[in-house]
T-cell receptor, first 118, second 111 residues
Framework: GAVVSQHPSRVICKSGTSVKIECRSL??????MFWYRQFPKQSLMLMAT?????????EQGVEKDKFLINHASLTLSTLTVTSAHPEDSSFYIC??????????????FGEGSRLTVL | QKEVEQNSGPLSVPEGAIASLNCTYS??????FFWYRQYSGKSPELIMS????GDKEDGRFTAQLNKASQYVSLLIRDSQPSDSATYLC???????????FGAGTTVTVRA
């Protein structure tokens, strides 16, 4: 299957600092990538849709100035959590679909990044 | 986001038994349905997709879809301890092509 790589897998930072998470599609091109957040024992919540070469589309309630998304190439999207606070501690997961053809809903997920803000 | 409901479990089954997971959804225009498996601390992996009413079998997994009842299920036959995980139901609407996930059902297979 397709491989999506996410880095770092685990990060601990101090409150007020910024953290960047990278998401790469390794063996296919992804026009669109999705960023999810998952709190313990809860479902995946879509944060934003990242589109190569254009601005990301954010879900209602997600602050675009706090969660900066850049999708500069067909294989890389980054999520930067700016001025992180303890309530931003969560499991962040990116996913991608293949570029070609109609989007079928089959997503390939990265390994996830567990962020802990002290 | 659209509502996708699952029993949170935990669902405990003995090894070799059938595990039955249920999912209901609220958006009638939903067109695509998926089951993802998520091990603790890991990201989800796709195990089944189903797009039309009826049953779809893949190895020990069978997905069942009933759009009239807005219901999708997953059966795991001959359950193995390695099947112990949280199973996420996901639904995509043809309106916005976004996936909505249920909270997941935790399955424990007892050896």
């Amino acid at each position: 299957g397709a491989v999506v790589s996410q880095h770092p897998s685990r990060v601990i930072c101090k409150s007020g600092t910024s953290v960047k998470i990278e998401c790469r599609s390794l063996d296919f091109q992804a026009t669109t990538m999705f960023w999810y957040r998952q709190f313990p024992k809860q479902s995946l919540m879509l944060m934003a849709t990242s589109n190569e070469g254009s601005k990301a589309t954010y879900e209602q309630g997600v602050e675009k100035d706090k969660f900066l998304i850049n999708h500069a190439s067909l294989t890389l999207s980054t999520l930067t959590v700016t001025s992180a606070h303890p309530e931003d501690s969560s499991f962040y997961i990116c996913s991608a679909s293949r570029t070609s053809g109609r989007f079928t809903g089959e997503l390939f997920f990265g390994e996830g990044s567990r962020l802990t803000v002290l | 986001q659209k509502e996708v409901e699952q029993n949170s479990g935990p669902l405990s089954v003995p090894e070799g038994a059938i595990a039955s997971l249920n999912c209901t959804y609220s958006d009638r225009v939903s067109q695509s349905f998926f089951w993802y498996r998520q091990y603790s601390g890991k990201s989800p992996e796709l195990i089944m997709s189903i797009y039309s009413n009826g049953d779809k079998e893949d190895g020990r997994f069978t997905a069942q879809l009933n759009k009239a009842s807005q219901y999708v299920s997953l059966l795991i036959r001959d359950s193995q301890p390695s099947d112990s995980a949280t199973y996420l139901c996901a639904v995509m609407s043809s309106n916005d092509y976004k996936l909505s996930f249920g909270a997941g059902t935790t399955v424990t297979v007892r050896a």
